[in-house]
Structures are given as C-alpha cells and as structure tokens.
C-alpha cells in the first residue's frame, strides 16, 4: 500500500510540475516550437488545465 502512494504521489508531483511550467509560461509568454510548429497560449493554456486536473486528482487518490 505504501508503494501505490509513493507511485501516485511521484507522478502528481510531475504534473504539478508540467502545470507550473504552462502557468510560467503564460505570465512571463517565451515561445516554444516543437518540429518547426509553433505552440500558442491556448495549448499552453490547455496544458495547464490537464496538469493541474490531473495533479489534484493523483493527490486526492494518494491520500486514501
């Protein structure tokens, strides 16, 4: 049992991680291409929503 909350809590913590990075970017607005392609603000935006979601919802599930 003590496993599944370190694996659960290990990867919340990456989300989290990925979440801040999205906020970051959006306050502070430095540009990413990936392959040439430019990433705007909304999927950034969307990145940010999707780690934080899923953030919460790996903390919540380590906690029980």
Excluded: C, D, H, W
């Excluded at 989300?15 to 392959?35: D, Q």
């Amino acid at each position: 049992m003590a496993t599944r909350k370190l694996v659960l809590s290990a990867a919340a913590i990456i989300f989290l991680l990925v979440a801040l990075g999205a906020l970051y970017r959006l306050l502070v607005g430095f540009p990413i291409s990936i392959g040439g392609v430019e990433i705007g603000q909304v999927g950034t935006f969307f990145a940010l929503v999707v780690g934080a979601g899923l953030s919460l919802m790996l903390f919540n599930e380590a906690r029980k």
